[in-house]
């Protein structure tokens, strides 16, 4: 049995074979060792741009921050939710209640109940983002309101109508109907900037004003909108229903919570739509500007769900 067959001893070191199979490996100097200098530099490149993709991974690095941690050290995403609103949340259920669950699972895996749904309305969202009862919130709220907040793709787009109880009514131009409508609501802040573009001044010049000319008023024969304010839509559908109104402002989630599912309540079941579309609401998942890895995380949820088809199902399901 060859026990020792490059005969390494510590007197004589190498022998003569051992040397010469070591002479034959790749050398790393000179010329010669230049390819193989090249192609471990770029392998060595290659590693760490793959270990810097996956710990630079915006997912990754996200997870990492700080109003994520606190998240975690608790155990539960609480989530602000409109709870009265058959399709989008409704008793825990809906789109939105769904999008909670889903948003929570990404943050907190390991979690069996890593979401808290808190119910909001429109007046009270910001409240619980401030005082820290909702970490987020999924609550039919477009992005308007303001640089303190930051916001998600838009996971679902509405229609704002305007909404009457006779076919006579909803062929008539906008102009030609007296609106009610709630200010301070998303559909509402809709409407006013719709009022506004048709019963806007005209605008002084520059050139006009430097001159100090008289400032135009408004063309009397000019068509105008005519509205009247209401705190709810107990009121302003009671008011259509009395005929102090010809129609009523309302988004498409409204029109199908009051005049389809609570219709025998409302009094409300037939209705007719005008043809002209006041405008639309793009629906957000929102956060504090302070914590903007909740809004960037919820991004990437939609983006994904928009990706492969899911969010689209859900809206199906739901909507």
Do not use: H
């Amino acid at each position: 049995m060859r026990t020792n067959p490059y005969k390494i001893g510590k007197a004589k070191g190498l022998s003569p074979r051992l040397k010469n199979r070591l002479n034959d490996l790749p050398s790393l100097k000179g010329k010669e060792g230049r390819w193989l200098r090249i192609a471990l530099i770029a392998a060595g490149v290659i590693i760490l741009g793959v270990i810097a993709a996956v710990l630079l991974k915006p997912e990754t690095r996200l997870m990492s921050s700080v109003e994520i941690k606190r998240i975690e050290s608790k155990g539960v995403l609480s989530v602000a939710v409109r709870d009265d609103m058959p399709g989008f949340c409704e008793d825990g259920k809906g789109l939105e209640a769904e999008l909670a669950r889903l948003l929570a699972e990404k943050i907190l895996p390991d979690s069996e109940e890593p979401v808290k749904l808190v119910p909001c309305s429109s007046k009270t969202l910001t409240a619980k983002l401030k005082d820290g009862s909702a970490d987020i919130a999924i609550a039919m709220q477009p992005a308007t309101l303001g640089s303190a907040y930051s916001y998600s793709y838009p996971y679902y787009t509405d229609t704002v109508y305007l909404m009457t109880l006779t076919k006579e009514a909803s062929e008539k131009a906008p102009t030609e109907l007296l609106i009610g409508y709630i200010p301070d609501t998303p559909a509402g802040n809709v409407f006013a900037s719709y009022a506004a573009g048709i019963n806007k001044t005209p605008e002084q010049g520059l050139i006009d004003r430097l001159l100090k000319k008289p400032k135009p008023t408004p063309d009397p024969n000019a068509p105008t909108l005519e509205s009247v304010k209401y705190g709810s839509y107990d009121e302003l559908l009671t008011a259509l229903k009395k005929g102090d109104i010809e129609a009523a402002v309302m988004s498409g989630a409204y029109i199908n919570k009051y005049c389809r599912v609570l219709s025998d309540f409302t009094g409300v079941g037939e209705y007719f739509l005008c043809d002209t579309e006041i405008g639309r609401l793009r629906y957000c998942i929102i956060a504090s500007s302070d914590e903007p890895a909740l809004a960037q995380l919820a991004d990437m949820l939609i983006y994904e769900m928009q990706e492969d088809g899911s969010l689209e199902r859900l809206i199906a399901e739901y909507v």
